[in-house]
């Protein structure tokens, strides 16, 4: 059983930053790829951005590339998200989810979910 808790996120103008966190639980956190989703309102959950495991393959969605970095601390049991560059079409929920050992891009595909954290860009 994992347990996701996020935190970060908030209101930030166009062109500027916020870092995501996802703190587990559990001691085989190591031994589950973790990705981002994000849900705007009125459309379906996206793939943002995923890390296996052992943390040795990233992938991120087009609309992220280059403005968006993921990354994992196994000794902390975290996974964070950087965003940059933010716009307007960030403006979402995001969700990390976690499943066990290689990313996927469909959100049925996992099976640990956080709370949600509300992303707000001010144009």
């Known amino acids: 059983q994992v347990q996701l808790v996020q935190s970060g996120g908030g209101l930030v103008q166009a062109g500027g930053s916020l870092r995501l966190s996802c703190a587990a639980s559990?001691?085989?956190?190591?031994?589950?790829?973790m990705a981002w989703f994000r849900q705007a309102p009125g459309k379906e959950r996206e793939f943002v951005a995923g890390?296996?495991?052992?943390?040795?393959?990233?992938q991120y969605a087009d609309s992220v590339k280059g403005r968006f970095t993921t990354s994992r601390d196994n000794a902390k049991n975290t996974v964070y998200l950087q965003m940059h560059s933010l716009d307007s079409e960030d403006t979402a929920v995001y969700y990390c989810?976690?499943?066990?050992?290689?990313?996927?891009?469909?959100?049925?595909?996992?099976?640990?979910w956080g709370q949600g954290t509300q992303v707000t860009v001010s144009s």
């Open positions: 989810a976690a499943r066990r050992i290689t990313i996927r891009t469909i959100p049925s595909e996992y099976e640990y």
């Open positions: 559990g001691r085989t956190f190591s031994t589950y790829a």
């Open positions: 890390i296996s495991w052992q943390g040795g393959t990233i």
